[in-house]
């Protein structure tokens, strides 16, 4: 409503000094009333605004809400001192007094379109201020005055900034809810394959007419759906363990070396299974840290699982202990089925499987790599992933500070 009728009073000053023009009336009196009129229209204006002479660069007019904005200043001068000293940019740096919007355009003729500037508020100690200018010319090409006009958005860019937010937590919830999904789908899955397995075993070994071979392939299957059952539920147990930081640890001075050894051959038999060539490469060096060899143990052998399981038969795995001098390196290699590149961020994730769904090509809940990540944490270690994509195989690379033997 205020915006149209400033609207329309400006357009009854076009047509009062059209009209005059016409009927030959440019007398002092008419163009000092037309020129009130436009001073009070622009003082009522919303945003500030401010009129400057070109040549004296003395402040002209400037309304209620430029001198909030602009407090105390009377000439292009005193803006400037006032821009220098109060005025930043986006990156922080501090405006110089050359950059003010409206010696630019006084200097080169130019428009200054929507320039954001940070500026010190005295109520709230910081905001910012969206400022155009430009300069007025008359007939001949001469600059007659210089318009500034500014507005503080400090408000709408924090309003803005809080839909953001709000969109993002709404997304990220939206995620959180559909990943909850999935993993729900998944554990039901992976829970109910081996229960199935279990209670189909126990009807053929509780038959009565059955043979000795037969009753001891139902307990073979029952004890391996049980033990993978119980696989899956102490991996959940494990990570809520770790979150909430109640794993029991004794650490003590640990020689890597073996402990990587051991998982190395506890691990073989699978590898075997798949006519998998897993090799090692470990340095002769003495490998001292400061860990849970049992900890340790098994880090490695979630690791070395989890290549064995998604590489093909016939295909590599290699183990590689790097002794540097403040930290030992542990990486290892597969042919596997490797990871595309976009999902490399989110394989440490919890329920996070790059292969989704109840038919999905190998079991599990995605939760092994997030033991990893967090047993390697607890280690004070670093774990990384690095894959060319699929089909290309994987590299998990684990770094832990080392215990030089003086320290020992």
């Known amino acids: ?74 000439s292009v001068s005193d803006m400037a001192r006032y821009f220098e000293t109060n005025c930043f940019h986006s990156d922080g740096s501090r405006c110089a007094a050359v950059e003010l919007p409206l010696s630019w355009s006084i200097k080169t003729g130019q428009e200054v379109v929507h320039q954001e500037i940070r500026f010190t508020r005295r109520d709230t100690g910081s905001g910012t201020m969206n400022i155009d200018s430009a300069v007025v010319l008359n007939t001949k090409g ?88 119980n696989e899956l539920i102490s991996e959940i147990l494990d990570l809520s363990a770790i979150n909430a930081r109640r794993f ?20 073989r038999p699978l590898a075997e299974d798949k006519s998998l060539d897993l090799k090692t490469e470990i340095s002769g060096q003495p490998s001292l840290m400061q860990g849970d060899p049992l900890r340790l143990q098994q880090l490695f052998t979630n690791v070395l699982s989890n290549a064995i399981k998604f590489t093909p038969e016939k295909g590599k795995v290699l183990v590689t202990l790097v002794v540097g001098t403040n930290e030992l390196r542990v990486e290892v290699t597969d042919t596997g089925i490797g990871i595309e590149p976009e999902f490399l961020s989110q394989v440490f994730d919890p ?14 809940i995605g939760l092994g790599l997030a033991i990893v990540r967090g047993l390697t944490e607890m280690h004070r270690g670093n774990v990384a992933v690095e894959s060319r994509g699929r089909g290309q195989g994987t590299k998990l690379i684990m770094v832990f500070p080392a215990v030089s033997l003086n320290a020992a």
């Open 248 to 267: 029991s640890t004794h650490f003590q001075g640990v020689e890597l070396k073996g402990v990587l050894e051991q998982a190395v051959e506890i691990i």
């Open 351 to 364: 329920f996070v499987q790059e292969d989704t769904g109840t038919t999905r090509s190998y079991s599990g």
């Open 142 to 229: 001469d600059q007659i005055a210089a318009v500034l006009t500014c507005e503080d958005v400090t408000e709408h860019k924090a309003m803005a900034e809080r839909e953001h937010i709000a969109r993002l937590e709404a997304e990220s919830a939206k995620a959180a809810s559909r990943m909850n999904d999935q993993f729900l789908a998944m554990v039901s899955h992976e829970l109910r394959t081996p229960l199935v397995s279990i209670v189909g075993w126990a009807n053929v070994a509780l038959s009565k007419k059955l043979s000795p071979d037969v009753v001891e392939k139902a307990l073979g299957m029952i004890r391996r759906n049980a033990a993978l059952q």
């Open 1 to 74: 409503m205020k915006k149209q009728k400033l609207h329309d009073q400006i357009r009854q000053v076009n047509e009062r000094l059209l009209l005059t023009a016409l009927e030959g009336r440019e007398t002092a009196d008419n163009l000092n009333e037309a020129l009130a009129l436009v001073e009070a229209i622009l003082r009522q204006m919303p945003g500030g605004i401010i009129v400057m002479d070109p040549v004296s660069g003395r402040i002209t007019l400037s309304n209620e809400d430029a001198q909030k904005l602009w407090p105390g200043c009377l």
